[in-house]
């Protein structure tokens, strides 16, 4: 079992930065990737952006190109969000996830992760 903490949501205004922050636990020894997930009022739950652990390649989705950066720390098992010029549209409960899983589904989707934390709250808003 992995046991997944995120930290570090707030209130926040338009063009403001956060770093969302995400500390795995437990049986943490066969990570492949770790990403982060967004969900809006009345919205499904979205791909932002993902980290495979061994090389470090990243993946993001288009609407947080260039604003948004993932990076993690192996020796802390945490992974990362730093979210630069924020949007009223980012305002979302983020969910860390973690997958073991070399293939299958695709990393943006929800059904390649197996475990996923409990969320952190950021609202842009002014």
């Known amino acids: 079992q992995v046991q997944l903490v995120e930290s570090g949501g707030e209130l926040v205004q338009p063009g403001g930065s956060l770093r969302l922050s995400c500390a795995a636990s437990?049986?943490?020894?066969?990570?492949?990737?770790m990403g982060w997930f967004r969900q809006g009022p009345g919205k499904e739950r979205e791909f932002v952006s993902a980290?495979?652990?061994?090389?470090?390649?990243?993946y993001y989705a288009d609407f947080v190109k260039g604003r948004f950066t993932i990076s993690r720390d192996i020796s802390r098992n945490s992974v990362y969000l730093q979210m630069n010029d924020l949007k009223l549209e980012d305002t979302a409960d983020y969910y860390c996830?973690?997958?073991?899983?070399?293939?299958?589904?695709?990393?943006?989707?929800?059904?390649?992760?197996?475990?996923w934390g409990q969320g952190t709250q950021v609202t842009v808003s002014s």
């Open positions: 437990g049986r943490t020894d066969r990570v492949y990737a």
């Open positions: 980290i495979i652990w061994g090389g470090a390649l990243t």
């Open positions: 996830a973690y997958t073991t899983s070399r293939s299958g589904a695709r990393i943006h989707s929800v059904r390649r992760y197996e475990y």
